[in-house]
């Protein structure tokens, strides 16, 4: 199988601290892995392609100093999301690809801004 | 440019019906065509794939799926529709040359009435 995981599942902060969440390929190896923002009942919307080694490439109108990507591993990416407010409060999800064209999916993360 | 188009946000069934979610793409290279199911508060999952080969894909859970380049279509379908279909549906296209970005159409919740 390709599991992909993310942690924390769900998380609530206080406005102006960072939280991070973190995205791992379980059983096998991605050069690229992707983050998302779901807001409630909305499409996934791409917030950038996270390559292992090489800076984060950012869709347009994603602030990169605000959403901070890491890919430090070929299976662990982190998401920052620094100085929160409660606007950034959504659903995160990452992704892995590990074929051509072929990601799987984390559970996603759900965070709460207070 | 790529971009997914997903005919009505919300389809009610009777349980037995058949389930017939629409999807029209727009890509300018031969695209890769997804059908993702997410459970509320879930990540996605896989339904099923194009990837150029045959025009009808099969999925999981008995789902189906037939590429329309004329009508430059790839709707999802399935015979009967069971209570635990219940779900949100995102349709997604990714470019054929080789790149992972996929972009996801607004999604279609299934409603499945007893």
């Known amino acids: 199988g390709a599991v992909v995981s993310q942690h924390p599942s769900w998380v609530i902060c206080k406005s102006g601290t960072s939280v991070k969440i973190e995205c791992r390929s379980l059983d096998f190896q991605a050069t690229t892995m992707f983050w998302y923002r779901q807001f409630p009942k909305q499409s996934l919307m791409l917030m950038a392609t996270?390559?292992?080694?090489?800076?984060?490439?950012?869709e347009q109108g994603v602030e990169k100093d605000k959403f901070l990507i890491n890919h430090a591993s070929l299976t662990l990416s982190t998401l920052t999301v620094t100085s929160a407010h409660p606007e950034d409060s959504s659903f995160y999800i990452c992704?892995?690809?590990?074929?051509?064209?072929?990601?799987?999916f984390g559970p996603g993360t759900r965070l709460t801004v207070l | 440019a790529q971009s997914v188009t997903q005919l009505g946000s919300h389809v009610s069934v009777s349980e037995g019906a058949l389930v017939l979610l629409r999807c029209n793409y727009s890509s300018s290279v031969p695209p890769y065509l997804f059908w993702y199911v997410q459970y509320p508060n879930q990540g996605l999952q896989l339904l099923l794939k194009y990837t150029s080969a045959a025009t009808l894909v099969k999925g999981i859970n008995g789902f189906e799926a037939e590429f329309k380049k004329s009508e430059t279509s790839f709707h999802l379908t399935k015979p009967s529709a069971h209570m635990s279909d219940a779900a949100e549906y995102f349709c997604a296209v990714s470019e054929g040359t080789g790149g992972f970005k996929t972009i996801f159409g607004a999604g279609t919740r299934l409603f499945v009435k007893a």
């Open positions: 996270s390559n292992e080694g090489s800076k984060a490439t950012y």
């Open positions: 992704s892995a690809g590990k074929q051509v064209n072929e990601q799987f």
